[in-house]
Structures are given as C-alpha cells and as structure tokens.
C-alpha cells in the first residue's frame, strides 16, 4: 500500500487535522516508508491464524444494569468554551 | 394472486421500473441503564441531566458494558429467527459532529452479535418473507437542538451512549406498503420481547431507508441512495415514492445516479442531498481497543430462548386453532400484547367469535375516539365479557347492546346492573310478544288489509311499531315468527 498527497490530506480532513501544504511531501515520503516498514509482515503467511483483538485471553468485563451515574451537569459543562445552564453550545449545524 | 401485482411500480417513457428497497432500522433498547455507562435512558429528563464523563467523552474514561443490553439484543436476535454470534467485537466507526463527543461511534462491523434472520409479513396478497442481514450494537448519539438560537446549536447529551440495535434487512422490500408492514412487523416483536418500546414520536425507532430502481425485468441492483433517519411510516413512504421517481426521472434523461446520503425535507416533501456527508461513508473502522471481544456461553442463549415469551407469529396460529378466529381477525388481535391479552380474558369468558367482532368494532371505535390504549379502557375485559355473554344468550338484542356500552363507557359499571337498572332486557316471552303484536295489529287494521292484498312491504312497517311499542327490547326472532304466524290468520 502506498499513499498518494491526495489521499494524505483526504485523511487529514477526515480527522480534522490540519496539514502545512509545504509539508505534505515530507508528510508522504515519512508516511510512506513506515507503511513499507510495517508491509514486511506480509511475508508471514497467516492464512490458519485468528485476528487478535487482544492480547488478553478473557472475555469482556460486564457490569449489572443499574443506574449508577449521572447528574452532574455542572462539571460535565464546565470545560465547554460555550454553554447556557443546560446546554452545550456549538456554532450551527444544520442542513 | 400474483405477489409481483403489487409491487410498486414507476412509469418512464422508457419502461417500467420497479423500486428495491432496504431498511437499517435504528431501535433503542429497553434498559435502566445506557450501553456502556451507568447513566439512566430514561426519556424526556432535563437536558444534560443524565450524563456521565463516559457519555461526554472526557479523557481516560473506560467502557463497561451493560449485560442486560446484550441479553436483548440476543432476545431481538431470537424474535427474528436469526443466527445468535457467540463471539462478536466491538469497532470504533470515526466521523465528525458536534452530538458525538468521542469522535467516533461504538459499533460493531465486521462481527455483529446477530446474524442472518428472517421476519414474516402477512399482506392481502399472501405471506412474504423478509430476509435480515444482521443486527448489531451500537451507541445512540446525543441530540442537536437547531431552533433555540439562530446562529447556534444546543447540544444535548442525554440521549448520548444509549444502547442501539441497528437492524439491517436485505433489500427484500418492493412497495411503500411493504415497509409498512415491515416496521409494524418489527415495533410488534419486539414490544413482545419488551426489547424496545417502539415509540416513533420520541425517537425510540428510527430508520434509513436505501432505496434504488431498475427496469422490469432486470436482474441488476440499480445504484442505492439512502435516506438518513426518517422518523415516521409515513415519512418512509413518501421519501421512497418521491425518491424513486426521482431516479427514474434521471435514468430516464440518461443520466447516472450518485450513491449519496440524502435527507428527507418534511415540509417541502422532497429529498435532497447532505453535502456535509460526502465523506460519510468513510468511517475508517477499527476495533476498539477499549473494549474486549464479546464471547457469549451458549447456555446463555438457550436459556434466554428458552425464557421468550409467546411471539406474534405463533400466537396467530394458536388463536386461529384455538378460538376458531380468521386470519385477518387473528392479526388484529395479536398487533399488540396488551390487545392479544385483553381479547384471551374476554373470549375465556364468553363467546370466542363474538368478542373478537364486537372488540375489533364497538371497542377498538371507541378507544380510537377517545385516543387510548386498551389497558387504559375505560370498560374491563371481565365486563366486555358479560356484554358479549348477554348478547350471546339472547338477554339484550345487538341494538340495545350498544346502548349498554356506551352507559359502560361512561360509567365503567357492570352491563348486567345496567340492564336490570334499565330494564332492557330483551322481550323473549312469546306470551308477551304476542299481547304487543296482537294490539298493534288491531290499531292498524286497514294495513293488515292491505298487507294481505299483496302490500308485503308493509312487514317491516310492523316490526318497527312493535319494536316502538316494546321499547326497543322485542326479541327480533320471535317477533317475526310470531308476527308472520298472526298475519296469516
């Protein structure tokens, strides 16, 4: 797999991160050899082999369905660079 | 019958096009609790009210799931005849907006909880069967309020992490009829399960609706445009019949259809493209690595199978075995639980056809009109039997009968009280019936000559004077025998 500058600021975009255009070479060239790096792995064939999700060998940790939390809308709001008593507060989506 | 009759069809210049169409159904789970925090999902509270650090995302928080959450999508899975998945993994599904605080969504992707199913519609042309893709879970997103400020929007995180099963069918529905049917069918089995409560005004069942066209004819899928998170049955079918004219229109101008998101326009009734979801399809899934693959005992899954109540489909088949009802009666009667389960008090009680027809008439008008749910109607199941009883033995005439409901209506009592009460009680002594019959008779003795002469029209001029006279409560039977046996004297 090899990544092209479009596809670089593709993903940039989607996750909203915002690339120097002076840098997307380099950007490409770095991101670009460590895919190759990674890529070696291909060799192994791994046809009979699982995914591995996790390297714990246990199930998921459950809990009981109980209302156990909650009610704190003060400090939930607090760090929010804009907010009323209630809400959140964000420029307008909207389509 | 041809089931192909009553597809829903387009009409182009160019031939006819048939609309394929297929539903991911959003339902949000019955549970104290949100997905993976102990926040309550109980609707309608204040806003932010009940939000938890896991549900507004901040950093370092961890997920814990809700067992009972897993136990319903797996009773879910059941009520579907669907492959229940004993190992499943949760996956982040990445996206932007603003009533998303993670960044990305919990999900699942490539290893849902619930496999291939199936759901059964019945429709006037014969049963279908509709095939499910999967059904997996997920994190409801919190709220976006656009009408509080003009240049803002409020976000509520109430809804945030409530614990979502997203049904996904195969593309087996043919006709805005059918979706109908389809969501109905659903909101039913699972309102049985108590899975999901199904109420479409507060958003407990959503849906995106995939719909694409082709010519009559042809094998190919056409290419697919969804329409996001349309909250009615009537919504669904009107984006669906404007939608496939839409790409008939542009098929017909031969020109390509774009696989996008678009949404649908209540007002305007009309759908159009979200240019913000260009890139929604782009959701760059990965495991999460907060949360471990879900492996489920089989023990589990048999116990819960074993632990499921009665379903729709079954108890339709046992009402028609059992109380001798018709299969359109017996649909009625098993749309809800509480409708099913008020009808099997009454017909233990009394007359089995009869209650059905006077529950799906006189009942079911009067809880319409007056807006309410069966088991909040204002007349018991144990006196609706009585009514039906006193019919079914002859006691009080259907006419009367109605009378006694509507006094039951009003005053919840006993129709056997009414009726004693009232004096209604039918005229079935032919003693009696005769004395009224004989003196109208004789008031009227220059129609009976005319009756005689041939006038036999006047039969009915008759009845109606007796049943005046009688106060309603003649026995109508009787009158005609007897009535016929004095006029020909």
Partial sequence: ??????????????????????????????????????????????????????????SLRSRKDEISDGKIREKILKNSPKKSEEFFIVPKVVE | MSKEKFNYFVNGDKGEYEVIIGLEVHAQILSNSKLFSGSSTKFGADPNKQVSLIDSAFPGMLPVINEECVKQAVRTGLGLNAKINNYSVFDRKNYFYADLPQGYQISQYKNPIVGEGKVLLDMPYGSKEIGIERLHLEQDAGKSIHDMDPSNTYVDLNRSGIAL???????????????NAYIKKLRTIMRYLGTCDGNMQEGSLRADVNVSVRKVGSKKFGTRCEIKNVNSI???????????NRQVELLEEGKEIDQE????????????????????????????????????EQKLIDDLKKSLPELPDNKKERFIQEYGLNSYEANVLV???????????VAKLSDKKLAATWMMGDLFAMLNDKGLNISRSPISAKNFAELVQSIKSGEISGRI????FEIMVESGDNPKKIIESKGMKQQSDPKELEKIITEILSKNKDKVDQYKAGKEKLFGFFIGEIMKLSGGKANPRLTNEILKKLLKG
């Avoid at chain 1, 002076?22 to 082999?49: G, P």
């Avoid at chain 2, 009537?234 to 496939?244: G, L, N, T, V």
């Avoid at chain 2, 326009?265 to 979200?274: A, I, L, P, V, Y």
């Fill in chain 2, 401 to 404: 009968a109605k009378q006694v």
């Fill in chain 2, 234 to 244: 009537k919504f669904m079918q009107m984006a669906i019949e404007y939608e496939a």
């Fill in chain 2, 335 to 345: 749309s809800e639980k509480e409708i099913s389960d008020y009808y099997e008090e």
């Fill in chain 2, 165 to 179: 099963m997203e049904i996904v069918s195969k593309p087996d529905l043919r006709s805005p009829e059918e979706v």
């Fill in chain 2, 261 to 296: 998101t678009r949404l649908f326009d209540t007002k305007k009734n009309e759908t159009r493209s979200m240019r913000s979801k260009e890139d929604a399809h782009d959701y760059r899934y990965f495991p999460d690595p907060d949360l471990l693959p879900l492996k489920l």
């Fill in chain 1, 1 to 58: 797999m090899s990544l092209d500058k479009e596809k670089i600021k593709h993903v940039a975009k989607l996750a909203r991160i915002s690339v120097d255009e002076a840098k997307v070479d380099t950007l490409t060239k770095d991101l670009n050899s460590i895919f190759k790096f990674i890529e070696q792995l291909n060799e192994l064939n791994t046809d009979k082999v699982e995914p591995l999700t996790s390297i714990l060998n246990q």
